[in-house]
């Protein structure tokens, strides 16, 4: 299945193509308000932790060690794509940010996440729904070939 999953700064114009309409950035943007965002949801669990944030910010990391640790975070915890798989598998996605550069932030790597685990979902229902001739297997060797 094909999802549609689109970067976007917050102080962008929303448009009705936008689809459902995402924040995730853990801190509010500068000088906007909420109704003025048409916003479907303010998500932060899938936002970089406050740390990991702050210590490339300060410079204690690379963008290249906060790509591979913000990447960890969202493996070890899997559970907060899940809103975000919702929204995509009902239409169009706009992830939205208050980054100046959204290629060099980390929604990139998030909407990456997202789609990599719709994937992997996809393919387990695949595997799930096997016709029944494949259901269960005959075992050739309780079988007498005399």
């Not at 916003?39 to 990391?61: F, V």
Request: glycine residues 4%.
């Amino acid at each position: 299945m094909s999802y549609e999953i689109v970067l976007k700064r917050i102080y962008s114009p929303s448009e009705p193509s936008d689809g459902a309409r995402v924040l995730v950035d853990r801190l509010w943007p500068r000088g906007k308000r909420r109704e003025s965002l048409n916003l479907t949801d303010w998500y932060r669990d899938a936002s970089p932790s406050t740390l990991l944030r702050r210590q490339l910010h300060e410079g204690e990391i690379t963008p290249a060690v906060f790509t591979v640790r913000y990447r960890g975070e969202l493996r070890d915890h899997p559970e907060c794509l899940v809103p975000l798989m919702r929204y995509a598998r009902q239409g169009k996605l706009t992830l939205l940010s208050a980054a100046r550069n959204l290629e060099d932030s980390y929604l990139p790597q998030l909407q990456q996440a997202v789609l990599e685990a719709l994937q992997h979902e996809d393919i387990e229902d695949l595997e799930l729904t096997s016709p029944p001739c494949f259901a269960y297997r005959i075992d050739d060797s309780s079988t007498d070939h005399s």
